[in-house]
Each structure stands twice: as C-alpha cells, then as structure tokens.
C-alpha cells in the first residue's frame, strides 16, 4: 500500500469506500486477456452501475410507451418518468427552472442546437467567436461551419506548455465585434479545469453570452450553473454513468425562448397548418420527434446514484487519484506527462520515449488496462505541445489506487520490451 | 482470443528498432505519401522501377508495427517485378485484414509474423499502410494520383 492511499484511508475512513462502489459496475468484475479488467477510459465513457441498469429494466418491462401523446396509462407514466428525470437534472446542475434543461442526444448535439438555434440568428457577417486551443473537435467545428456560412470570425484563445489558457491573451481577444464564447469546462486530453467562471464574468461585462462544454467536468465534480453564471452548459449521459444517447443543454431561459429551433418536426410545435406553424413552448421546442426516453430516465438514476455518493466526495477520491499517479509517472525514466496545469481532473495523457502511443495502447491491453490513445478529437492541442498523439489514462470514482499501481507495472512492461 | 505477444515478437522489434532501407532515394522513379487517418501518421515510400525494383526506401513517423512492416516490405520487395511485388501486396492485405490465413499466402513468407495483426481491427491500418503506399506509388504511373478507392484503409474506424 502506498503512502498516499494509507493517508487517504485516515484521512477518509468511512467516506470513500471504493470496493463496496466498484461491486456496484458488473462490468468491472471482467477480465480481459486473463487479467482483471483495469479501465481507465472513462474520458472517452464511463461504465453503468446496477442501480442504472436496473433502472432502464424496470422503465422497459413495465412503463414503456411514446410520451406527451397519448391518454393511456404507460404514455402517462412515461411522460411523467421522463420530466422526473429532467427534474433530476436540473437538481444536479442547479438551473434555476426545469425548462432550462433540454434533452439532446449529447454534447455534439447540444453544442450544435446552440449553433443553430443561436448562432444562425444572432451571429452575422464580420462578427467573432471566441474559442480556446484545448476544445475538442465538437466545439470547434459547429462553430466553423457557422462562420463558414455568415461571413464570421474565430478567434482562439492559445494556451501555455503546460496546458493553461492564457487569460491575458483571452482578454485581449474581445472588440466591439465579439458575440459569442464557447469554452470548455475540463479538458478532454489534458485535464486542465478551466477558470470558466471568471471568463464568464468577463464575457458578461461586455454583453457576450458563453457557452460550456461541460462533457468532461459533470461527471467529475459538482457544476452549479447558477454560480458558474454561464449562459449555455452541455454534457452527455454516457460520461456519467447513464447511457449513450442521451446528454444536455441548459439554457439561460431569457436566450432559449428567443432561440429559433434547430430540428423542426413533432412535439416542438403547438399547431400546425401549410399557412402557419407555432413553436411550443421551451424546452419542448428543442425536442422534436420521440426522445431517447428509456436513456433519458436512465440518465436521472445516473445522476441520483452519482448525487448519493455526492460529487464532492468523487472529486476527492479522483484528486487521489491523480495526484498518486502523477507522483509515480513522474518518478519513471522516459515517461513524461503531457499537461501539468495547476488545476487538473484525473486525466493523465503521457508519453513513453521511443515507443509509439498506438504500441502502448495494444501492450497495456495486453495486461488488461484499457487506456485511449490518438489525438483525442483535440488535434490543435495535439500540434500545440508538439506531440503527434499521447496515451491517455483517465480516471472515475471507482477506480483504485491498485489499479493505478497496474497502470505502472503496465507502463514498465511496455519500457522493458521496447528496450 | 488474439495472442498479442506474437504480435510484437523480436523480428517486429527489431526492424522497429533498426529499420532497413530507411530514408529517401533522390530521383525515385514513383513515390508516394501514405497517412493513416486514426492517428496522423505517415510515412513516404520511393522507388526506383526498372524491369526489377531496383532499390526501395520508406520514411516516416509511426508506430513499431507500421515501421516493422515498412521495414520488411522494403527487404521483401526489392529485386521482385512490379507484378511479384503486387501479388505479395495482395497477399499481405488478405492476411492482414484476415481475409486469408498465412498459410494461403504462398510467398509471404517471414511476413507470416503479421498475421496476427488481422485479430487487432484498430491496429490492421498500422501494419498495412506500408503497403498500401507502395501499392498507390505503383500506380501513381497510371493515375497520377494516390488517392485509394476501394483499400481496407479506408475502412471506417472512428476516433471520437
């Protein structure tokens, strides 16, 4: 046992009980090639509890039907599981009103409503979007295919060799033509917890709305978005414990009610003739067609187990986590942490000299230990730090201190047949 | 289940290690660039085509499969017809992408040690990509160009 994990047993002796949560993941008792399954992927996915498991069971043997359509008993029970769950969402994010919380198929799909929705009518010719170097590809993208369309401009805010955004250059960045922020909350490939609060505050004194990509820090750490201020905040279910599928845009109200709609079809409308068709309210104007309503009610027991162990407790545990597996990699010859911001989540991407991401990814599969390797959808990082690819190890809740320790012996045995 | 330890046995290692024929040929007379979309990597191959290949030489980044494979391609290629050199493509392919066991494979030879690779899918691109740029560079005589159409490389493999 190492000396950080004695501490964190004094430390927390009844708090984090990390066994009697990993008996809660099935998939977790799983070997992979004879070896106990370590997974530390949990930035790409992470894996579902029974309680979620068995949740999405109960909603499909005995509550399934359409919702918002029909008089029926199981319509009306599906109707009401699924804006629970919407209820229980907004719990966990603090959004001041349930219609602020909108069911998306995830982060991409949240990330483009606010494109569509806001950008295509607010965002015009010569206007500026600010965008920092460490987004991933989806917050990116969305936004380039807008200014592509309007005649528009990305501005990027660039970022330190150790994976922090530069505040000062980010300021500089806003004029009289700047409309829009999109910012993420962590960092996919480096771990890096942006000050997205104080750039909020600072887009917010000149009128510019903001919005979060909050894919990497909701699974990870309590987010407020009262507190954050922010006017946007986006996240998937399947980084959280719940299903793939399913993910969610809040919305500042005041913004989503002037918003145009970015899918147009059933239930996102009130009447509909060929003369004239009116838009529902919000958040039913966001959600056309049937949702993903099984995921959706999944998505709320996620949320209640994460929110029962409580986010605070998680963020330690993870810190723990991090800062052992920091300290081990640091002591190793030849390998070297790619992003050392002072404020991280467990996201650990490295390097081993001399040996190829991809070789490291395959070996440590070898050992059971699922690690993602590539450029993480994060190319402009990527070419910043000048590395082609790393291999990233990230961390949940309910990985161990042991399983770090097999991350290692993992990373050793890689060293020992490339030399 | 995949025996991952053949994968990356001494031979891999050590053509990864001390790759053969490695760098570039001053007039080549056909080149081509090969990138591999999963992970950014690319390597160059040139050669020079008489009635033989008369020399080979490939250069690039990438991980150990792709340069054991770049590596052993050159050895294997060099002093064949361009028409023996494209059947042992073809060969190397179908094993790669586990079309056909090595044992199929009539003049793959110590390339068999590849075979293990069709067992890994996000991996089968690393070991073929090698080949692939030979076999774009082969008819970039023809086409001008090496953009593939109908290759295993342009497989969809995600990388979200």
């Given at each position: ?6 501490a ?59 919702i ?44 483009n ?27 990116i ?9 309007k ?16 505040i ?36 917010h ?46 919305g ?35 959600e ?40 081990q ?83 050793h ?7 | ?7 990356y ?10 790759p ?24 160059t ?24 494979s ?21 060969e ?7 079309k ?43 086409t001008?160009?090496?953009e ?13």
């Open positions: 046992m190492s000396v950080i994990q004695t964190l047993k004094i430390r927390s002796p009844s708090a984090f009980d990390v066994e009697r949560i990993r008996a809660d993941f099935p998939i977790l008792k799983l070997t992979v090639n004879d070896k106990p399954l370590v997974y530390l992927d949990n930035a790409a996915s992470s894996q579902m509890p029974q309680q979620v498991i068995d949740r999405l069971v109960r909603y499909q043997t005995t509550q399934h039907a359409n918002n359509r029909a008089v029926h008993h199981l319509s009306e029970v599906a109707t009401s599981e699924f804006e629970e769950a919407r209820r229980k969402l907004q719990r966990f994010i603090n959004a001041n009103e349930e219609r602020e919380v909108i069911f998306t198929s995830g982060t991409t799909d949240a990330i409503l606010v494109m569509h929705g806001y950008g295509r009518k607010f965002i015009g010719a010569g206007d500026e979007i600010i965008l920092t170097t460490l987004e991933h590809h989806s917050n993208v969305p936004w380039q295919m807008l200014a592509e369309e005649g528009a401009k990305i501005r990027v805010v660039p970022i330190n060799d150790a994976g922090e955004l530069l000062d250059e980010y300021e500089k960045l806003f004029n009289e033509r700047t409309k829009f922020v999109g910012v993420m909350h962590v960092s996919n490939a480096l771990g890096t917890i942006n000050p997205v609060k104080e750039m909020i505050a600072f887009a004194a000149r009128g510019v709305p903001v919005l979060v990509d909050g894919a990497q820090a909701a699974p990870h750490m309590k987010v407020d978005v009262q507190d954050l201020d922010c006017d946007f905040y986006a996240f998937s279910g399947h980084k959280l414990c719940g299903p793939t599928g399913i993910g969610i845009l809040y500042r109200a005041a913004l989503l009610e002037n918003m145009q709609p970015f899918k147009g079809g059933g239930d996102m409308i009130l009447s509909v003739a060929f003369e004239k068709t009116i838009y529902n309210t919000i958040p039913h104007k966001f056309a067609g049937t949702p993903p309503i099984a995921a959706a009610i999944g998505l709320g027991a996620a949320v209640d187990y994460l929110s029962e162990i409580g986010m605070d407790a998680i963020a330690a545990h993870e810190l723990a986590l991090l800062e052992y597996a920091t300290e990699i640091n002591s190793m010859p030849g390998v070297r942490i790619i992003g050392t911001a002072e404020h991280k989540a467990a996201v650990l991407s490295f390097a081993v000299d001399g040996v190829h991401p991809h070789d490291i990814g395959t070996l440590l599969n070898q050992e059971g230990i699922a690690v993602r390797t590539g450029h993480h959808c994060a190319q402009p990082v990527m070419q910043r730090l000048h590395v082609p690819a790393t291999s990233r190890a990230s961390f949940a809740f309910y990985n161990s201190m042991d399983e770090v320790d097999a991350l290692i012996a993992g990373i045995t890689v060293q020992k047949i490339f030399t | 289940m995949a025996n991952y330890k053949s994968l046995q001494e031979v891999i290692l050590d053509h990864n290690k001390k053969r024929n490695y760098g570039t040929i001053e007039h080549p007379s056909h080149h081509a660039v090969g990138h591999n979309p999963l992970c950014g990597d690319h390597i191959v040139d050669i020079v085509l008489g009635e033989r290949i008369d020399n080979i030489a490939f250069e690039g980044e990438s991980c150990a499969i792709c340069k054991a770049a590596s052993m391609m050159t050895t294997a290629i060099k002093g064949k017809t361009r028409a023996e050199a494209e059947t042992l493509i073809q190397f392919l179908a094993m790669a992408t586990g056909l066991s090595h044992d199929a494979c009539p003049n793959i030879g110590r390339l068999a040690v590849f075979a293990g690779v069709s067992d890994l899918p996000t991996r089968v691109k690393c070991a073929i990509l090698p080949w692939h740029t030979l076999h774009g560079a082969f008819n970039a005589v023809a001008t160009s090496t593939a159409e109908e290759d295993p490389m342009h497989a969809p493999i995600g990388d979200a």
